[in-house]
């Protein structure tokens, strides 16, 4: 069975930064990109970035140029997300998901909730 | 302002057959194909349709979706109560050199 099982939440206060992992298992690593989506309370789905973990390219949405990096350690079989230069409006559910470069596919991780607050 | 534009809501009653709708441009609908996702608050999106009108396995066949020109739609028949959702369709956008998701459809059934 296919699993994406993310890290837990995190409070961080604004200017630093947050990682979130995400574990794959029950599929080969290498034959599936990884998404990162994220969802603001009472908000609707943001695209942040994909990575390939086969090579490790990595493309991520303008919004987020400079401030976000996706790499993956193929030896766990396991993704990171860091967001740095975090401020309120960064207070979100963030996950990650499987997919094609297109979208993401029914692999979704259960989701960490970052909250940036002074 | 999301690129792909959807209705904010939606809503039907039990057994009905609902239509939502999903506009977009030639950047993204009109030269890619489009998934649907449902999301049940407080938990991860689960997808619906892909390829815009396939199915994975184990989603029933009162869901289904359709592409034409820049604009997608999904429909629902045989309405339940398990199908309020918030419902979102995305898209690979060539101009943007990433996929894109519409705002979303909060789906009641009354």
């Known amino acids: 069975q296919v699993h994406l099982v993310q890290s837990g939440a995190e409070v961080k206060k604004p200017g630093a930064s947050v990682r979130v992992s995400c574990k794959a298992s029950?599929?080969?690593?290498?034959?599936?990109?990884i998404h990162w989506v994220r969802q603001a309370p009472g908000q609707g789905l943001e695209w942040m970035g994909i990575?390939?973990?086969?090579?490790?390219?990595?493309n991520y949405a303008q919004k987020f140029q400079g401030r976000v990096t996706v790499t993956r350690d193929t030896s766990t079989g396991t993704v990171y997300m860091d967001l740095s230069s975090l401020r309120s409006e960064d207070t979100a559910v963030y996950y990650c998901?499987?997919?094609?470069?297109?979208?993401?596919?029914?692999?979704w991780g259960q989701g960490t909730l970052v909250t940036v607050s002074s | 302002q999301s690129v792909l534009t959807q209705p904010p809501s939606a809503s039907g009653t039990p057994g009905q057959r609902v239509t939502i709708s999903c506009s977009g441009g030639?950047?993204?609908?009109?030269?890619?194909?489009v998934n649907w996702y449902q999301q049940v608050p407080g938990t991860a999106p689960k997808l619906l349709i892909y390829?815009?009108?396939q199915r994975p396995s184990g989603v029933p066949d009162r869901f289904s979706g359709s592409r034409s020109g820049t604009s997608a739609s999904l429909a629902i028949s045989g309405l339940q109560s398990e199908d309020e959702a918030d419902y979102y369709c995305?898209?690979?956008?060539?101009?943007?050199?990433?996929?894109?998701f519409g705002g979303g459809t909060k789906l009641t059934v009354l």
């Open positions: 990575i390939n973990p086969s090579g490790g390219s990595t």
């Open positions: 030639s950047s993204n609908i009109g030269s890619n194909t």
């Open positions: 995305a898209s690979w956008d060539a101009s943007l050199n990433g996929p894109v």
């Open positions: 029950g599929y080969t690593f290498t034959s599936y990109y």
């Open positions: 390829n815009s009108g």
């Open positions: 998901a499987r997919g094609t470069i297109g979208a993401p596919d029914e692999y």
